[in-house]
């Protein structure tokens, strides 16, 4: 007890902290956010809509969870015909699923980028596609090496197994996405996973390949999500949401300062863009919990797109954005109207750069924003003030004003879109 009081620790401004005294007894924030909970818990029960449930004027590409030896076996029949092909003459070439944008739907009903069927030839008797053919070959076979022993490697292992063939992760990584696509199953499926990154803290028990891990007893750097989901089970918790940051220096502002023991949740962060694991562990706790979700992001156009990663899908990812995205997110801060309404110093604001409203009008034109005129209404002001703002500009009023005022408020007014 002792030490939960000095963690807690009363800023020096105490009660001249801005909005401090707006805010309401502890008790009387739990039941708002106890109500939040249970209407989205009841929410969650609701059916969710598939593809196969629309009937949409094209055909579209979608992967599912497949287990090691299925995963062999479309490689090895794979294969079978292209051997055929080449034994009849043919020479061979891979039917590639296009990734491109112009081959991406946004879908409103399901709320989630889509890939298209559209697909293209990468034939190996063609100068243009050669290497890539033989990349994709390479892959394929490390692949199936990997189904055999039923182990995982990470990319990075993928990579150096023929650095002078690969030439740069990123031609590796891309064929990987490939590779998926024309198998059909998820990536997590060809057990080749990313280094792990995501960190989860607060009120949640879960299994990690047998062994019990309790969030709350992880210090403030927290549990690494493992970069292989099919290892997590046995999901316990007692939180009441959901508290999604993009960025490490907020989530170690809360871990410190328990911010999960003051208002039950559990804070998760992808340390910026978001990697496929936090991205599946993040739906599978939505799934599983019932919770509601709410992200912390800076207010600039960047983290509204990372926001919308992880609600709507990445376009480089759309072949898998059914595993991959979590619905209805919601928005609680830093939002552009929050830098007058709390009244963030202008020497805490950046000016934008012309990138900067390039991208915010970008986003403008996007479906996903469309969709959401709280959304619209954020991001017109953000490109008309030409203003940005990070979360830690709230730490002019005090290294702890987030977890001590800016964040209870919020939740008190149920401030999010």
């Given at each position: 007890m002792a030490d939960n009081k000095k963690?807690?620790?009363?800023?020096?401004?105490?009660?001249?902290?801005?909005?401090?005294?707006?805010l309401k007894p502890d008790s009387a924030i739990m039941e708002t956010l106890k109500q939040f909970s249970a209407s989205s818990s009841s929410s969650s029960v609701s059916q969710t809509l598939t593809l196969q449930d629309l009937s949409l004027p094209f055909r579209c590409r979608e992967v599912a969870d497949l287990s090691l030896s299925s995963v062999q076996s479309n490689i090895e029949s794979l294969i079978l015909r292209i051997a055929h092909s080449i034994l009849s003459g043919h020479g061979f070439s891979f039917d590639v699923p296009s990734r491109s944008a112009a081959n991406q739907l946004y879908v409103p009903e399901l709320d989630r980028i889509v890939l298209k069927d559209k697909s293209s030839l990468r034939p190996f008797a063609n100068i243009s596609t050669v290497r890539k053919s033989a990349i994709t070959a390479r892959i394929l076979q490390l692949i199936h090496q990997l189904c055999i022993k039923g182990i995982h490697v990470t990319k990075r292992d993928l990579f150096y197994t023929d650095v002078k063939l690969f030439q740069d992760q990123i031609q590796s990584d891309a064929v990987l996405d490939d590779v998926s696509c024309m198998l059909g199953c998820t990536r997590s499926s060809l057990n080749v996973v990313a280094a792990e990154k995501g960190v989860v803290v607060g009120r949640l028990i879960f299994s990690d390949n047998g062994d019990m891990i309790d969030c709350t007893k992880m210090g403030m750097g927290g549990k690494a999500i493992p970069p292989n989901i099919d290892r997590v089970g046995d999901m316990q918790s007692d939180?009441?949401?959901?508290l999604l940051v993009e960025k490490d220096a907020a989530y170690m502002r809360l871990a410190e300062d328990r911010f999960y023991n003051r208002f039950p949740c559990i804070i998760v962060t992808a340390k910026g863009q978001p990697d496929v694991s936090t991205r599946l562990f993040l739906r599978k706790m939505k799934t599983e919990l019932k919770l509601p979700v709410l992200a912390l992001v800076?207010?600039?156009?960047?983290?509204?797109?990372i926001l919308s990663v992880y609600g709507c899908g990445s376009k480089n990812m759309s072949y898998d954005s059914a595993n991959l995205t979590t619905p209805d997110i919601?928005?609680?801060?830093?939002?552009?109207s929050d830098l007058d309404k709390y009244k963030i110093p202008e020497q805490c604001r950046l000016p934008m750069t012309e990138q900067d409203i390039k991208t915010g009008k970008d986003l403008l034109e996007e479906d996903f924003v469309k969709k959401n005129p709280g959304w619209v209404e954020e991001l017109t002001?953000?490109?008309k003030t030409k203003q940005k703002a990070e979360i830690q500009a709230l730490s002019t009023f005090g290294f702890q004003y987030l977890s001590e005022v800016y964040l209870p408020l919020k939740l008190q007014q149920k401030d999010w879109l």
């Open positions: 963690r807690r620790r009363k800023d020096p401004a105490g009660d001249e902290l801005p909005f401090k005294n707006k939180a009441l949401f959901i800076d207010s600039d156009p960047y983290g509204l797109k919601k928005w609680l801060g830093v939002r552009p002001l953000m490109v």
